[in-house]
C-alpha cells in the first residue's frame, strides 16, 4: 500500500502533464521514470513509428548509451527485426528472454552485449482505431521472462504512451490549425470581423480597419449598425438576423467610411457553432465601390449612346414599350427624324466633324423637345422623340416644327459654318396597333414620305397602307420558311419565232405555293426578297431547278429548247455568282448553249467595266446573256453597244402602244432596227393579240412572247404544248 500511493501520484502527475500539454518529451520520460519504478531493474524504452519508411526510431533517452540511441533509429517494422520491429509488425506483445539467443537479433547481438541487455519485452502502443504509434518496451541485464503484473505494467505504459502521442498530435493540429486561421485573418486581402450574438464587433482585421478608416479600438464592443448608412440599417440588421439563426447568408449594403462618406460593401455573414450551439457569427466584407460604378457605367452605356449622351435604340424600344402597355398614359406619338445633307458633312469634313455635329444637333433637340418626352438617337444621323400622353394633334405638330425651326439654325464645326435641315415621320397610336414597334415602322414610313416631299419637312402616317405594311413585315418572314420548306415552283412561258410562231424557248418563272395565302404574286415577293438579301439563295434555287427541268425535258424532245431565267442584279455582282453557274451546269448537265440568263439595266449601277468581263467570260462559256425590259431604265446607247449581249427583250409597256402611238412605234422600230444592226435578236414581251403579233413580224422583230401564245405554266403543262403557237381553236 506504501509503494502505490506514490505509483498513483506519479500517474496523476502524468495525466496533468497530457492535460496541461507539456512538451511531449517531458511527458515521455515521466512515462519512463513511473515504469521504470514499478518494475525494478528494467530500462524503458519508447520507439516512435513513422509510416513515411514504415520504421521506428528511439525517443531518446538517458538510459541508454548514445551509441545505442543512434544504433535504435530507422528500424525497419518487419517480422524477424528484433523484439520491438516483430512487436510492431504483429501488433502484439513479444517477449525475448534471451537477447543472445534470439535470432531476431543477429546483428545486434554485440551492441545489446556493449549495452548489458539480456532480455527485452516489446509492447506495440496501437490506437483504439488500429494506428501504430510505435513500440513500449522494458530491457534488463539478465535473461528473464516478464510476470503477470509485469505484463500489466507494459499495457498500462503502451497506453499512457498512446495518450500522450494522440493529446500531442491533437495540440499540434489545432496549433497548426490556430495559425492558418490567424494567418488567415491576419493577412486576407478583405476584410475580416466577428460579432457576438447580439451584433457587437468581437475581432476585425487590419483589411477591415483600413476598408473602413476606423482603429480595431475604436470598433469593438460597438454594434455594427453605428458603421452602416442609416438608409441600409434595416437590411443589414435582417440579414444579421439571419445568419444569427444559423443561415449562411451573402449580401450588399452601404457602410459609412470614418471620413463620413458611404461606400458600398459585399457582405458574408454565418454562424459559428461550437458543439452545436451558435456563440457569434462571422464576417468576411469586400468594398464593391468601384465595381459598382463599372455596373453602373456598363449599364448606362448598354442604354445611351456614348457620342450624344442620348438613350440608344434599346432603351427607346424599352420606353415605347412601356408607353404603350400603360394605356393611362393617354395617346402615345413617335417621331423619328432623319438629318437632310448629313453625309456630304460626314464625308467632305471628317468624321470627327461629323461626330461634332450629332453632338451639337443632339444638345438642340434636347432644349426643343418637352420634358416628358424622351429623346433618343437610334442609328447615324437618325433621332427619335417618343412623346406620352400628348392632348392633341396640335401639340405634336408645333413640337415638329419646333425641331426643324431649331436645326435650320447653322452650326459651326471645323472653323466653318454648317447647314442641316431634316425629315419628320410622325405616328401616334390612335391608329389601332397590335404592336408597339407598329408605331415604329408607321413612322419611318412616314419619314420616308417626308423625303420624297422635298426634306425639311414633316409628315404624319395616315394609315391608309397599314394592313399592306403588316401583310409586307408578315411575307417577309414567311419568304425566309419558303426557301427552307421547298414551297416554290417553277411555271414556264414559251418564247415563239415573230412569224411561224415556232418555239424557240421558254422563260422560267418562279412561283409561290404559301400555305395560307395560296398562290402569291412575284410581284409582291420578288421586291420583299430583293430588299431582305433573300433574292441570293432564291435565285441560285432558280437557276438550278431551271437547268434541271429543262435538262430532263429536252431529253424527250426532238429539239432542245433554250430556258431563259431571270437573275437579280444583287445576284448577278455577287462574288461566287460564275463558279454558281458553273456548278449548276455540271450538276444537271445542261448544255450551257441552252442556258439564257436574263438581266436588267441596273446590273449596270455599280459600273459597266465588271459587267461586261463577267458577260464576256460567260459568252465564252457558251451562256448567253440577255438584257430585259430594255427601255425601262437608265442605260444610255453606249452600255448597249459595249455589253457583249445577244438579245434584247422589249418591255410590253412598249409593245402595249406600237398600234395607237405613233411615237411609240417610232422607237420600238429604232430598236429592233438598232439590235439588228448590231447583230442582236428582239424579243417582245406582252403579245396578246394576233394584230400585235402581225405588226411586230412586219417590222423585223425576231421572237415573241405573250399570252396570245401561251400563259405560264408547270412543267407537266409544257411537256404537252405542241411546236406551233397559238393552238388553233376548236371552232
Known amino acids: 500500500m506504501d509503494k502505490e500511493l506514490p505509483w498513483l501520484e506519479a500517474q496523476q502527475r502524468i495525466h496533468e502533464l497530457i492535460a496541461q500539454q507539456h512538451p511531449l518529451l517531458e511527458t515521455l520520460a515521466a512515462i519512463s521514470d513511473w515504469i521504470g519504478e514499478m518494475m525494478p531493474g528494467s530500462r524503458v524504452s519508447i520507439m516512435r513509428f513513422t509510416p513515411e519508411d514504415n520504421c521506428l526510431h528511439l525517443v531518446p533517452s538517458t538510459a541508454f548509451s548514445e551509441q545505442f540511441n543512434a544504433l535504435m533509429q530507422n528500424i525497419p517494422v518487419a517480422d524477424g527485426m528484433g523484439t520491438c520491429g516483430t512487436a510492431a509488425c504483429k501488433r502484439e506483445l513479444v517477449i525475448t528472454d534471451n537477447i543472445q539467443k534470439d535470432p531476431r537479433w543477429d546483428g545486434y547481438h554485440d551492441t545489446a552485449r556493449a549495452e548489458g541487455l539480456g532480455a527485452c519485452w516489446s509492447m506495440p502502443i496501437v490506437t483504439a482505431g488500429g494506428e501504430l504509434l ?12 516478464p510476470t503477470d503484473g509485469a505484463q500489466k505494467n507494459l499495457a498500462r505504459g503502451a497506453a499512457l504512451v498512446a495518450l500522450a502521442i494522440l493529446r500531442h498530435r491533437d495540440a499540434e493540429d489545432h496549433l497548426k490549425l490556430t495559425e492558418w486561421h490567424r494567418a488567415l485573418f491576419d493577412n486576407h486581402p478583405d476584410g475580416v470581423y466577428s460579432f457576438d450574438l447580439a451584433g457587437h464587433f468581437q475581432s476585425c482585421n487590419a483589411a477591415m480597419e483600413e476598408m473602413t478608416g476606423f482603429r480595431k479600438e475604436q470598433v469593438l ?14 437590411m443589414t440588421q435582417a440579414a444579421f438576423d439571419k445568419a444569427r439563426n444559423g443561415e449562411a447568408i451573402t449580401y450588399e449594403t452601404v457602410g459609412l467610411h470614418a471620413d463620413g462618406y458611404p461606400y458600398h460593401l459585399e457582405i458574408i455573414n454565418f ?7 451558435i456563440v457569434g457569427v462571422y464576417g468576411i466584407c469586400k468594398n464593391i465601390s468601384l465595381r459598382k460604378e463599372q455596373e453602373a457605367k456598363i449599364t448606362y452605356q448598354a442604354s445611351h449612346d456614348l457620342l450624344t449622351g442620348l438613350p440608344n435604340q434599346a432603351r427607346f424600344s424599352e420606353e415605347l414599350n412601356g408607353a404603350f402597355s400603360s394605356r393611362a398614359c393617354g395617346p402615345v406619338a413617335v417621331m423619328l427624324l432623319n438629318l437632310d445633307g448629313f453625309k456630304p458633312i460626314n464625308d467632305g469634313l471628317g468624321h470627327f466633324s461629323g461626330n461634332q455635329v450629332l453632338a451639337s444637333v443632339a444638345r438642340r433637340l434636347e432644349q426643343s423637345v418637352p420634358d416628358k418626352a424622351t429623346l433618343a438617337r437610334m442609328v447615324g444621323d437618325e433621332f427619335a422623340v417618343l412623346l406620352p400622353g400628348y392632348t392633341s394633334r396640335e401639340e405634336v405638330v408645333r413640337n415638329a416644327e419646333n425641331i426643324l425651326q431649331v436645326l435650320a439654325q447653322p452650326i459651326e464645326v471645323a472653323g466653318q459654318m454648317v447647314h442641316l435641315s431634316a425629315s419628320i415621320g410622325i405616328a401616334s397610336s390612335i391608329d389601332p396597333l397590335k404592336h408597339p414597334q407598329e408605331l415604329m415602322q408607321y413612322a419611318d414610313l412616314a419619314l420616308e414620305r417626308a423625303k420624297r416631299q422635298g426634306r425639311n419637312t414633316w409628315q404624319w402616317y395616315s394609315g391608309g397602307k397599314a394592313e399592306r405594311s403588316r401583310h409586307s413585315v408578315a411575307l417577309r418572314h414567311d419568304l425566309h420558311t419558303a426557301l427552307q420548306e421547298d414551297q416554290f415552283e417553277l411555271w414556264y412561258q414559251p418564247v415563239v419565232d415573230a412569224v ?32 431582305t438579301g433573300q ?35 444583287l445576284q448577278f455582282n455577287r462574288d461566287g455568282f460564275l463558279q454558281d453557274v458553273r456548278r449548276t451546269l455540271e450538276q444537271t448537265g445542261l448544255q450551257p448553249q441552252l442556258l439564257e440568263l436574263e438581266v436588267t439595266e441596273s446590273v ?3 459600273g459597266a467595266e465588271p459587267v461586261i468581263e463577267l458577260m464576256e467570260t460567260l459568252k465564252d462559256m457558251g451562256v448567253r446573256v440577255a438584257i430585259d425590259d430594255f427601255g425601262t431604265g437608265f442605260s444610255s446607247l453606249s452600255y ?6 445577244h438579245k434584247v427583250k422589249l418591255d410590253r409597256s412598249f409593245v402595249q402602244k406600237t398600234l395607237s402611238d405613233r411615237r411609240m412605234a417610232a422607237i420600238v422600230q429604232g430598236v429592233i432596227t438598232m439590235a439588228h444592226h448590231m ?12 394584230e400585235q403579233q402581225d405588226d411586230l413580224a412586219r417590222r423585223n422583230c425576231d421572237m415573241l412572247q405573250g399570252y396570245l401564245f401561251a400563259r405560264p405554266m408547270p412543267l407537266a403543262e409544257l411537256s404537252k404544248l405542241p411546236e406551233l403557237l397559238p393552238v388553233a381553236s376548236s371552232d
Open 535 to 569: 433574292i441570293v439563295p432564291l435565285g441560285r434555287w432558280i437557276l438550278n431547278q431551271a437547268c434541271k427541268e429543262m435538262a430532263q425535258l429536252n431529253e424527250n424532245r426532238e429539239r432542245a429548247l433554250r430556258v431563259a431565267v431571270n437573275i437579280s442584279s
Open 604 to 606: 449596270l449601277l455599280d
Open 221 to 234: 464592443g460597438k454594434h455594427f449598425s453605428q458603421y452602416v448608412d442609416p438608409g441600409y440599417r434595416e
Open 679 to 690: 447583230d442582236m435578236i428582239v424579243v417582245a414581251e406582252g403579245i396578246e393579240t394576233r
Open 500 to 531: 411561224s410562231g415556232r418555239m424557240r424557248g421558254v422563260e422560267a418563272l418562279v412561283r409561290w405555293h404559301h400555305p395560307q395565302h395560296g398562290l402569291v404574286s412575284p410581284m409582291e415577293f420578288i421586291p420583299l426578297a430583293e430588299q
Open 640 to 645: 448597249l453597244r459595249d455589253l457583249p449581249t
Open 271 to 277: 454562424p459559428v457553432i461550437i458543439r452545436d450551439e
Open 134 to 145: 510505435g513500440t513500449f518496451a522494458t530491457y534488463y541485464r539478465k535473461p528473464s521472462l
